[in-house]
């Protein structure tokens, strides 16, 4: 029962299990006892979103990109940096280690909202949960 890495707010796959929020604020306008029922998480995991000022570095990368890609890809690999350190810090490597252990007995996925994984912080917890062994549904 793999894990899935997941757009917050798309229709759920069948067997997809647990969806976490990994993201820094819940969706807007929506009531909390509506979350699951329209797809965006079942439990909200904040640890893994980046910090307030690393999220703005990637939203500042992420404007960039469409005006200059390659300044773009240099602001982004500096909020990759800067966000694979608070992911080695005690608290948030112990959850990626319990998110990969049990993706080997449970059905569960994590997510964000933002539309493309590539310049989401997901894709940077699509490459620790990998770098712990991990088993993840690759729907590419």
Do not use: N
């Amino acid at each position: 029962m793999p894990l899935r890495i997941v757009r917050l707010g798309s229709p759920r796959a069948p067997d997809e299990g647990t969806r976490i929020g990994t993201v820094r604020r819940p969706p807007r306008g929506v009531p909390k006892s509506e979350f699951a029922s329209q797809d965006w998480y079942d439990v909200w995991l904040p640890l893994l979103s980046p910090q307030p000022d690393t999220m703005h570095m990637a939203q500042q990368a992420q404007q960039l990109v469409a005006r200059d890609p390659e300044a773009g890809q240099k602001a982004w690999q500096q909020f990759l940096k800067a966000f694979r350190k608070e992911l080695a810090a005690p608290d948030a490597s112990r959850t990626l280690d319990l998110l990969a252990a049990l993706s080997q007995h449970s059905a569960l996925s994590v997510g964000c909202y933002c539309p493309d994984e590539a310049l989401c912080h997901r894709s940077q917890l699509r490459a620790e949960l990998v770098a712990r062994q991990a088993l993840i549904v690759d729907e590419t």
